[in-house]
């Protein structure tokens, strides 16, 4: 819990712009997303904190920032993991194998 609270201030911090945060932004929202998989009685807590990160990240590619696309991308797949039925894991597949592909362009990989 103390974790989060101290990852918030630094979050506030670093929403300026520096070029370090949207590294940051992305691995927090992943691991937000990790706490919210295997801790189901505080899950909608962390979903709201991954919310917040996702959307921020979602906003840079909107402003046309090309570099978060495959953060993006990769999220996208986390969060549809997460929220998946029975019937929906070939959408998940496809949304990783998108993400995957994503970063291969774009050199990550």
């Known amino acids: 819990h103390l974790v989060i609270k101290k990852g918030d ?9 520096v070029m370090w945060a949207q590294i940051f932004w ?4 992943l691991c937000v997303f990790a706490m919210a998989r295997t801790n189901k009685t505080k ?3 962390y979903m709201a904190q991954a919310k917040r990160t996702h959307k921020e990240l979602t906003n840079l590619l909107k402003n046309k920032n090309p570099n978060v ?8 797949a986390e969060k549809a993991a997460l929220k998946q039925k029975k019937y929906q894991e070939d959408d998940v597949r496809k949304l990783y194998n998108d993400a995957i592909s994503t970063s291969a362009r774009g050199g990550y990989v």
């Open 9 to 17: 201030q630094q979050y506030l911090k670093m929403k300026g712009g």
């Open 26 to 29: 992305f691995h927090r929202c």
């Open 43 to 45: 899950e909608r807590k």
């Open 69 to 76: 696309l495959h953060y993006v991308s990769l999220l996208n």
